[in-house]
């Protein structure tokens, strides 16, 4: 497979299995094939126990696959040391996640900042300002988590995600702890850095509402991604 600038993700061949609690082999990625192109939403769906989650986890480089290839950016993460893959999510991967993983003892700026502190990156102040005026958390930003709402924790962790410019964002079913009103303003967010900033977004969800503002479905089950469906053909 070769690498194409036009991809932010490439895989082919994802393999990945564990062993269960009676010590059973489970696959949990058997052979799974996925491109996702610069500028380009993807919505993720599959039942309970169906691979999304895990198929999340190894494109992103959180976890690692058994066998396959996986490029972010036209970079072969599967062949890179856990200090290179490190470096590599810190500067050209977004997470938002549906706990939010925000440090508790920090406020909601030092949260949005923290990932490029780490990787010894300035942040960028005008691109900062501009996310917190459009995700409307100005008067919230020297709150810590506690003190704020759901639906203002996860639309920092969305600041966070982005205020890198990443090649691409990962975000599992990161609607799940909010209400009907602050996911179409979270995924609305999202839409827009795809449409405006040729960002590129893969959501994992369970719900129809939410992988309608995605380009395509990819649908898992045992493992193994169906064809990519229409977004129109939701019920």
């Not at 895990?54 to 062949?79: P, S």
């Not at 909601?108 to 300035?122: G, S, T």
């Not at 900062?128 to 459009?134: I, R, S, T, Y």
Request: proline share 4%.
């Amino acid at each position: 497979m070769s690498s194409d600038a036009a991809l932010a993700v490439e895989a082919a061949e994802v393999r990945k299995s564990y062993l269960s609690a009676l010590g059973e082999r489970v696959v949990a990625l058997d052979g799974v094939d996925l491109t996702v192109a610069r500028g380009e939403m993807v919505a993720i769906m599959g039942p309970s126990g169906s691979g999304k989650s895990t198929l999340l986890n190894v494109l992103a480089g959180l976890d690692r696959a058994d066998q396959g290839r996986i490029l972010i950016g036209g970079t072969d993460i599967t062949r890179l040391s856990d200090r290179r893959l490190t470096r590599l999510r810190r500067t050209r991967v977004g997470f938002v996640f549906q706990g939010f993983n925000l440090l508790p003892q920090l406020t909601a700026r030092q949260n949005i900042v923290l990932p490029l502190e780490l990787a010894r990156r300035r942040a960028d102040t005008a691109r900062l300002d501009e996310l917190v005026a459009v995700l409307g958390l100005g008067d919230r930003l020297e709150h810590r988590p506690g003190e704020l709402s759901g639906g203002q924790q996860q639309r920092v962790a969305v600041a966070r995600a982005l205020l890198p410019r990443p090649d691409i964002v990962f975000a599992d079913e990161p609607t799940g702890a909010l209400d009907s009103q602050s996911s179409a303003e979270l995924l609305g967010f999202l839409r827009r850095a795809v449409d405006t900033e040729g960002q590129s977004v893969v959501l994992v969800t369970h719900d129809q509402d939410a992988a309608r503002w995605a380009d395509r479905i990819v649908r898992i089950a045992d493992g193994r991604a169906t064809s990519p469906a229409d977004v129109a053909a939701l019920p």
